[in-house]
C-alpha cells in the first residue's frame, strides 16, 4: 500500500490535543469533572500532540492558543458531569460486518441517555451545513455498527467546538440505510476502477485543501499517472512522504 503521510497542521493538532484531552477527562468519576481539572489535561495533551511532530515546522503558540479556545467552547457546550458514559464508552472501537464489508472505527463517545445509547463526535472545525450529510453519514455508520454488535444505538451527536454547538439527531433506520447504501455504492464503484484499473480522480469542494492537487489528473491535465515514480516525485516536492507496512504489521521508517 502507498501509505502518503501528509505534513501536520495547526487544526489538527488542536483536534488531537482536544480529543485527548477530553478523553482523559470523561473518563474520570463525575465529581471530578471540572475545569479546575481539565486544563492540565489540555496542557499534557498538547504537549503530547506537539512532540509527535517535532521534526516538521508547526506553530506551537498557535496549537496552544486553539486548542484553549476549543476546550473553552467545550466548557460553553455541555457540563461533562452531566454525561453519563457507557461502559467502554470513550474511545470506543467498533467493529462488524456491514452489507458484507468490513467496517472498523473509533467512536469518540458512547453515553447512556434517557432514551438508550448516544453516540458523539467532537468537532474542532467550524460546522459547515453543505456537509452536514457527511457528518451525519459516518455517525450512523457507527450506530449501524453498534447495533450490527448488538448495542442498538437511539441517537447521533455532533459537538462543535468552535461555535459552540451541539446537535443531536434520533437515528432513524431510512437515515441509517442510507448511510450504508452509499458506503456499498463506493465500494461497488472502488472494486469496478481496480479491476478496470483505472481510477477516477473527482473534483469537489475541499480540493484547494487537498494535500494531492499538485498530482491529480482532475486538477492538472498534465499530471502523471497516479502510482507512477512520476507522480511519486511531485508528491515529494510538496512535503509528502511514504510510510510503508509490511504483512507482519512492521512499519518502515519515512522514506523520501
Given at each position: 500500500?502507498?501509505?502518503?503521510?501528509?505534513?501536520?497542521?495547526?487544526?489538527?493538532?488542536?483536534?488531537?490535543?482536544?480529543?485527548?484531552?477530553?478523553?482523559?477527562?470523561?473518563?474520570?468519576?463525575?465529581?471530578?469533572?471540572?475545569?479546575?481539572?481539565?486544563?492540565?489535561?489540555?496542557?499534557?495533551?498538547?504537549?503530547?500532540?506537539?512532540?509527535?511532530?517535532?521534526?516538521?515546522?508547526?506553530?506551537?503558540?498557535a496549537v496552544i492558543e486553539g486548542a484553549r479556545r476549543a476546550m473553552g467552547a467545550y466548557?460553553?457546550?455541555?457540563?461533562?458531569?452531566?454525561?453519563?458514559?457507557?461502559?467502554?464508552?470513550?474511545?470506543?472501537?467498533?467493529?462488524?460486518?456491514?452489507?458484507?464489508?468490513?467496517?472498523?472505527?473509533?467512536?469518540?463517545?458512547?453515553?447512556?441517555t434517557d432514551v438508550g445509547l448516544r453516540v458523539t463526535d467532537y468537532k474542532t472545525g467550524?460546522?459547515?451545513?453543505?456537509?452536514?450529510?457527511?457528518?451525519?453519514?459516518?455517525?450512523?455508520?457507527?450506530?449501524?455498527?453498534?447495533?450490527?454488535?448488538?448495542?442498538?444505538?437511539?441517537?447521533?451527536?455532533?459537538?462543535?467546538?468552535?461555535?459552540?454547538?451541539?446537535?443531536?439527531?434520533?437515528?432513524?433506520?431510512?437515515?441509517?440505510?442510507?448511510?450504508?447504501?452509499?458506503?456499498?455504492?463506493?465500494?461497488?464503484?472502488?472494486?469496478?476502477?481496480?479491476?478496470?484499473?483505472?481510477?477516477?480522480?473527482?473534483?469537489?469542494?475541499?480540493?484547494?485543501?487537498?494535500?494531492?492537487?499538485?498530482?491529480?489528473?482532475?486538477?492538472r491535465s498534465r499530471a502523471p499517472e497516479p502510482g507512477t515514480p512520476e507522480s511519486d516525485?511531485?508528491?515529494?516536492?510538496?512535503?509528502?512522504?511514504?510510510?510503508?507496512?509490511?504483512?507482519?504489521?512492521?512499519?518502515?521508517?519515512?522514506?523520501?
Open positions: 500500500m502507498q501509505r502518503w503521510q501528509t505534513p501536520t497542521t495547526v487544526p489538527l493538532l488542536v483536534g488531537t490535543a482536544v480529543h485527548g484531552a477530553l478523553e482523559e477527562l470523561l473518563a474520570l468519576p463525575t465529581t471530578d469533572r471540572t475545569p479546575v481539572t481539565g486544563e492540565p489535561l489540555l496542557d499534557q495533551a498538547v504537549s503530547t500532540a506537539l512532540a509527535q511532530v517535532s521534526d516538521q515546522p508547526i506553530d506551537s503558540a466548557w460553553d457546550t455541555e457540563d461533562p458531569q452531566s454525561v453519563d458514559v457507557a461502559p467502554d464508552g470513550i474511545e470506543r472501537e467498533v467493529s462488524a460486518d456491514i452489507n458484507g464489508l468490513a467496517f472498523r472505527g473509533y467512536i469518540d463517545r458512547v453515553a447512556v467550524a460546522p459547515k451545513p453543505k456537509y452536514w450529510w457527511s457528518y451525519w453519514r459516518q455517525q450512523l455508520l457507527y450506530a449501524k455498527a453498534m447495533s450490527e454488535c448488538g448495542e442498538p444505538v437511539a441517537e447521533v451527536e455532533l459537538l462543535f467546538l468552535t461555535s459552540p454547538r451541539a446537535v443531536t439527531r434520533p437515528v432513524y433506520p431510512a437515515a441509517m440505510q442510507r448511510a450504508v447504501d452509499d458506503l456499498s455504492r463506493a465500494d461497488d464503484e472502488r472494486a469496478t476502477m481496480s479491476t478496470d484499473h483505472r481510477w477516477e480522480a473527482r473534483t469537489g469542494p475541499l480540493c484547494n485543501w487537498c494535500d494531492f492537487r499538485m498530482a491529480c489528473p482532475a486538477k516525485e511531485i508528491l515529494r516536492q510538496n512535503g509528502l512522504w511514504q510510510r510503508r507496512i509490511h504483512p507482519d504489521g512492521s512499519v518502515d521508517g519515512a522514506t523520501s
